[in-house]
């Protein structure tokens, strides 16, 4: 039963919801592990400012600070992929209400632009809605996983799966765990879909549970964040970016290379 999820409820799903990638958004970032091969580097100055939306400026010092957070090590030297990354999340978080970002994540991926997940595999389709029902009537997920879970590589993470957009989504639909995911939001977080191997033979069922914006970790919130259609908030902001860097594209919502 081990690796299960991964090996078959996970056919036809996008790397990043099998956790094998990067949490953040693959629109906006590169994986870190690709820092090395990034296509040029900056030396940062302690004179200017490496961002600015409106009034609001992150300085070098400040930049500094996220790129080591994020385990970038610059030795003066910043990598421009990994920076454009970091200073589009950064921009992204300035423009949007985190009140706002809340209701739309949990409105379900549709309105949220993604959707964060957490699994529970069971053998047989009766275990499933036996441990969905106990969801549906507040037991706490814990303790329902450690019950029920015959999936070990869920272990570690208490059956959080990784966050992903609604465009992966939509390029997944037709698979069983992908239909019943993209109906989750906050007023029906629940749900159970089999997994099928290969040859679309049933191996187990999963029971999927939505995790609400107040149950995310940092780093989800950042993802959900970097989801959210940014509108009109792009277009109406006054944004700069150090040009060493880059500069910010409003369609795209990203911080870009110049040229």
Do not use: K
Not at 4 to 25: E, H, W, Y
Not at 173 to 198: E, F, K, Q, R, Y
Request: net charge negative; hydrophobic share 45%.
């Amino acid at each position: 039963m081990g690796g299960r999820l991964a090996a078959s409820g996970c056919r036809g799903l996008p790397q990043v919801a099998c956790g094998s990638v990067n949490r953040r958004s693959l629109t906006i970032a590169a994986p870190l592990a690709l820092a090395a091969l990034a296509s040029g580097c900056s030396t940062l100055s302690d004179n200017d400012v490496a961002a600015r939306v409106d009034d609001t400026e992150l300085s070098q010092d400040e930049f500094e600070q996220r790129l080591a957070d994020a385990g970038i090590t610059t030795d003066q030297a910043v990598p421009l992929d990994p920076a454009r990354a970091e200073l589009t999340l950064w921009i992204q978080n300035q423009l949007v209400d985190p009140a706002e970002v809340a209701v739309q994540y949990d409105a379900g991926p549709a309105v949220g632009g993604s959707i964060c997940l957490s699994a529970i595999v069971v053998e047989t389709e009766d275990e499933a809605e036996v441990a969905a029902d106990r969801l549906r009537e507040g037991d706490d997920f814990a303790e329902v996983f450690a019950d029920a879970n015959i999936d070990p590589t869920l272990v570690a993470d208490t059956g959080a799966l990784p966050c992903i957009t609604s465009a992966d989504l939509d390029a997944a639909a037709g698979t069983p765990l992908i239909d019943a995911a993209a109906t989750l939001s906050a007023d029906a977080p629940v749900a159970t879909t089999v997994l099928l191997d290969n040859a679309d033979q049933p191996v187990a069922w999963a029971v999927l549970d939505f995790r609400t914006f107040d149950q995310l970790e940092p780093a989800d919130v950042e993802f959900v964040t970097a989801s959210v259609d940014l509108g009109d908030a792009a277009l109406d902001a006054d944004i700069h970016v150090d040009p060493r860097f880059g500069t910010f594209d409003a369609e795209l919502g990203q911080v870009i290379a110049l040229g």
